[in-house]
């Protein structure tokens, strides 16, 4: 009999100074997905470092590189292939997911990348810049390198398409609107994963009124209805809604207005301070790693976080508002999954909704941490954005 030959998917997340990613086994009629390693090569263009890890967590490289070996993306990119075909042997790569940032007003789902598509995701480049230029960087590299490979595009914007118009809409003048200027929400992957478990655990929740807190680093709550997103506290920008590690969130523009004016600084300059320098770090003076203002007892740090939790709690209001009520909160993310301090603080402050957490639930991180008078059940689920990448990349040849 003939030997059928392991297949394999890449998923891939670019950053400015990262480059993470993803392998996956699937059978021969691509309908499973096993976790096979995942890695990152982490200070492109700094202090270059490479980490590979099993899916039992088994640390299969881990590498401190030269700047000479990895000097750029395309170096990053050229190590990761190398060591990629050499670990497959003789299985092979039959597609790559790629995580990108902004699909615009074009993509509401994920999309088979062409020369058209590569194109159209340019021109999304103004609204993104932080990030859709590292994306897109990628793709091309990956383009030169193996040409026959397919590659798609799954967006961090898709999920928030079924936003009604008034949710999208600004308050300006309706020809920057029609450009393109409104809310598009961000996390859609990580929101997609959520609503594709949590009817799984609790089928009654299918249809309900959901709002899911992603916290992490980036942080944003997201309002769900039928298993759709119906608005979301990022915007037009990642900036936008809640406090982050070092971005401000929600702002009065009229700030933005007084630091032009009065401290003369430029949109490079306010833009440095509103995505790297504000936040958790800025409030704090500290850091913008929540265990450290946790284990901290200086009182910035305490600030900080009392206002990580203020804000969450009013924009669960304005989320429950959307909604007309509230089933199900959920916590995700770096903090949502781990801190029982935070999740704690967020629903203590929320009580005002009927909330009653079960304590030891919560401190054991069980999946359902709400007592059975709660009036909306509360919930802890991991969430897994490459995998929700690989099942549309996936589903795509299917
Ligand atoms: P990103 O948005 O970069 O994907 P993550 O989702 O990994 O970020 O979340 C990173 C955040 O999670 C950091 O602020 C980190 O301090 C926080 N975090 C991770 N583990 C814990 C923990 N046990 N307690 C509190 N915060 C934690």
Known sequence: MEKTLPKYLLVINAGSSSIKFAIYQTDAPLTHLTADATGQIEGIGNQPSLTIKSAEGLVLVDHLLSIDEVPDHAGAIAL??????????????????????????????PVLINATVLAELETLIPLAPLHQPHNLTIIHLLLENMPALPQVACFDTAFHHTQPDVAQRFAIPRCFTDEGVRSYGFHGLSYEYITSVLPKLEPKLSHARIIIAHLGN??????????????????????????????????????????????????????????????????SGISNDMRTLLASDDPHAQEAIELFIYRINREIGSLVAALGG?????????????????????????????????????????????????????????????????????????
């Open 80 to 109: 990761m292939l190398a060591w990629l075909l050499d670990y497959l042997a003789e299985g092979t790569l039959v597609a790559v997911g790629h995580r990108v940032v902004h699909g615009g007003q074009l993509y509401s789902a």
């Open 218 to 283: 980036g942080a944003s709550l997201c309002a769900i209805h039928n298993g759709q997103s119906i608005a979301t506290t990022m915007g037009f920008s990642p900036l936008d809604g809640l406090v982050m590690g070092t971005r401000c969130g929600n702002i009065d523009p009229g700030i933005l207005l007084y630091l032009m004016d009065h401290h003369k600084m430029n949109a490079h300059a306010v833009e440095q301070l509103l995505y790297y320098q504000s936040g958790l770090l800025g409030v």
């Open 326 to 398: 509230i089933d199900a909160l959920v916590f995700t993310g770096g903090i949502g999954e781990h801190s029982a301090e935070i999740r704690m603080k967020v629903c203590h402050q929320a009580a005002w909704l009927g909330i009653e957490l079960d304590d030891s639930a919560n401190a054991a991180a069980a999946k359902h941490i709400s007592t059975p008078n709660s009036k909306l059940s509360v919930w802890v689920l991991p969430t897994d954005e490459n995998l929700m990448i690989a099942h549309h990349t996936l589903k795509l040849f299917l």
